[in-house]
């Protein structure tokens, strides 16, 4: 499962069986990071999910700033809650690549906002997936 760390929403995304693919992503509206880890892991133990994918947000040059240090306490939250493996993933440019994604298909910024989370996840997902079937 792919978790892309938001505010107010945070995408979310499974891979289908076999683990080569995005099979769902979904957006969770949820603020408070302490209700939010426990959603992602009863969703998790639900999905016998093995391994959460958490984005961490790195600025270009390849530094962290405060995004980062938000995903890094975010992952120990998850793993207070008993969460399965929690592997810190570089997400550069997902959501950027997200908001692109859904314009070339015609999506408009205000109507997307919730989408774009979802597909931010998917692409962490992806990402991911292809680097372990290398």
């Known amino acids: 499962m792919a978790i892309d760390l938001g505010d107010e929403r945070t995408g979310l995304a499974v891979s289908d069986p076999l683990g080569l693919l995005c099979g769902e992503a979904w957006t969770v509206r949820e603020w408070n990071m302490d209700r939010l880890a426990d959603t992602i892991c009863a969703e998790a133990t639900r ?13 270009m040059d390849g530094s962290e700033g405060p995004r980062a240090e938000k995903s890094r ?16 993933w570089d997400e550069r440019r997902s959501s950027v690549e ?17 989408t774009v989370d979802a597909v931010a996840a998917s692409l962490i997902l992806e990402s991911y997936l292809g680097s372990v079937s290398k």
């Open 73 to 88: 306490q975010f992952r120990g939250a998850l793993l207070e809650r008993g969460a399965p493996e929690v592997i810190l």
């Open 47 to 59: 999905r016998g999910v093995e391994k959460l994918v958490l984005g961490l947000p790195k600025n």
């Open 98 to 114: 997200a908001h692109a994604i859904l314009h070339a298909n015609g999506k408009r910024e205000k109507k997307h906002r919730a």
